[in-house]
């Protein structure tokens, strides 16, 4: 018998996917910059993530970000191609486990 439901971000993988795409529709405010709280608030209260969930996301956003691009996970599409030299932060449905 299953008591609680399954979290839809329990793997790392599928919440820095949803921050990934919560950041990417966040308008910049300075320089390709937006606010962290921009990204937090609705993974938290909007999509319901826990606290655990959101600090294992964006560890796993910044670490697939590469060396040098760890504010790119933060930053929209055009900023993020022209800010580093290295492969962006992209996740394909194989990467999520169904």
Avoid: H, W
Avoid at 20 to 31: H, L, M, S
Avoid at 66 to 95: K, L, N, Y
């Amino acid at each position: 018998m299953k008591f609680a439901a399954d979290r839809p971000f329990a793997s790392p993988e599928a919440a820095a996917r949803k921050i990934v795409e919560i950041a990417n529709t966040v308008e910049p405010v300075q320089d390709g910059r937006i606010y962290i709280k921009k990204i937090n608030g609705p993974f938290l209260y909007e999509f319901k993530g826990s606290p655990e969930e959101y600090g294992a996301g964006i560890q796993l956003a910044i670490e697939r970000a590469g060396s040098g691009c760890t504010r790119a996970v933060a930053r929209r599409a055009p900023t993020r191609a022209a800010a580093c030299s290295e492969p962006q932060i992209s996740f394909s449905s194989s990467d999520i486990p169904a």
